[in-house]
């Protein structure tokens, strides 16, 4: 009998730029940038448009010969979310905002928890969840 085993997704925090090839950042809100764009991988995903790319994306520059590596930029991260997408179940939802648009409110970055609090409230609930599994499997 093959057992159920739950999966853990440690979210991350990818950054594309002009600048730079796509690499990780802090999962903060030092992160945002008007320039650049993240991608969150978590339950959901979301990509986030800095202020400055969510204005030349509605400027129509991406559709412009001229402005190709900004199509390229616009485009990488979304392509990478859909890779992530048809590889996990279940399926998680594309969420697309820009920097103080009003899909914003699903990236929840907690720059006022230090990170020993986030890690502790983080073994407290795996705590609480190993234990009910526990129960549940071994009939605790």
């Known amino acids: 009998m093959q057992q159920m085993l739950p999966v853990m997704i440690q979210p991350s925090l990818i950054s594309y730029s ?24 978590s ?8 202020m400055k ?11 412009q010969a001229e402005h ?15 890779m992530i997408i048809r590889e996990r179940f279940p399926v998680p939802r ?5 920097q103080h648009g009003s899909q914003v409110i699903i990236v929840a970055l907690t720059s006022d928890l230090s990170l020993f ?3 502790m409230i983080y073994f407290m609930h795996l705590h609480v969840y190993m234990s009910e ?8």
Do not use: K
Not at 68 to 82: I, K, M, S, V, W
């Open 53 to 63: 790319i969510a204005l030349w994306r509605s400027m129509g520059y991406q559709n």
């Open 68 to 82: 190709q590596a900004f199509a390229e930029l616009l485009r990488d991260p979304h392509d990478d979310a859909q």
């Open 133 to 140: 599994i526990s129960i549940i499997y071994l009939g605790i």
């Open 18 to 41: 002009f600048n730079s090839f796509p690499t990780p950042a802090l999962l903060d809100v030092a992160s945002i940038s008007v320039d650049r764009i993240l991608l969150l991988d």
């Open 43 to 50: 339950y959901f995903n979301v990509v986030f448009h800095g």
């Open 94 to 98: 594309l969420v697309i905002c820009d």
């Open 117 to 119: 609090t986030i890690i």
